[in-house]
């Protein structure tokens, strides 16, 4: 019904959803061995997919056991596929030690530069409540902007609105790091995936509003940070 069509939103007085709230576009990565159909089902199948708001970025992510940044150097890919678990595979328990994962990605080279890669878990506590943490892993310019309390501050704003336009003159190119799970119970299910940010820019509706000649509302997002997310993966305990 209309009610599962336009949706309640935190909007004042204004309830539903309305153009202006939507992105412009998005795509799907598929980590396929061929170009084929074959090859395509069986990559989606295996879960082995990737997602974006728009930006053409590429994203890697693997799960495993004894990761080190020896790994990061030559081949690591090929390397990963013989001892871990990409994008939407199961880790199972090993011995207790907490898994440690590897992800690399590269920004659309049409595109903005990236703020930031995190990992975002989840799980099930005992009472049956769902939990969910963000890490922040890895960012651009971390000499400027360590870790403080566990979160990185903002990477920083180059959007002029009058244009509009945007500059690479913050963020990276490509961002890649190890990371184990610092807060890791051995006997609790959970599952990881990536969400990696752009640097700000222009929304869809900024360039509409320049064009012609639009004077928005205060209340209209003129700005974003376009992100990539992968699927997860999941850890299942030796005893299930």
Request: avoid cysteine; aromatic fraction near 12%; glycine fraction near 10%.
């Amino acid at each position: 019904g209309v009610d599962r069509v336009t949706p309640g939103m935190n909007l004042g007085e204004r309830a539903g959803r309305y153009n202006w709230q939507y992105l412009g576009s998005g795509y799907a990565g598929v980590w396929a061995h061929e170009n084929t159909r074959a090859a395509l089902f069986d990559a989606m199948q295996r879960r082995e997919v990737y997602g974006t708001t728009g930006p053409r970025m590429v994203l890697r992510f693997f799960g495993g056991w004894n990761f080190n940044n020896s790994l990061l150097q030559g081949d690591w890919v090929k390397t990963a596929y013989a001892v871990s678990v990409p994008m939407g595979g199961v880790l199972r328990e090993r011995t207790g030690n907490a898994p440690t994962f590897i992800l690399e990605v590269l920004k659309d080279p049409m595109g903005a530069n990236l703020d930031r890669a995190q990992i975002v878990k989840g799980w099930v506590d005992k009472d049956g409540s769902t939990k969910e943490r963000v890490y922040d892993v890895v960012w651009s310019d971390p000499d400027k902007r360590p870790l403080e309390n566990g979160r990185v501050k903002p990477v920083g704003d180059t959007v002029d609105l009058s244009v509009p336009s945007y500059a690479n003159t913050i963020g990276a190119a490509t961002l890649k790091s190890i990371w184990r799970d610092p807060d890791f119970d051995p006997l609790q299910r959970a599952f990881y995936y990536v969400r990696v940010l752009e640097i700000p820019t222009p929304r869809w509706v900024a360039y509409d509003a320049v064009r012609y000649g639009l004077s928005l509302p205060e209340n209209i997002p003129q700005k974003t940070q376009e992100r990539a997310y992968s699927s997860p993966i999941w850890y299942e305990p030796g005893n299930n």
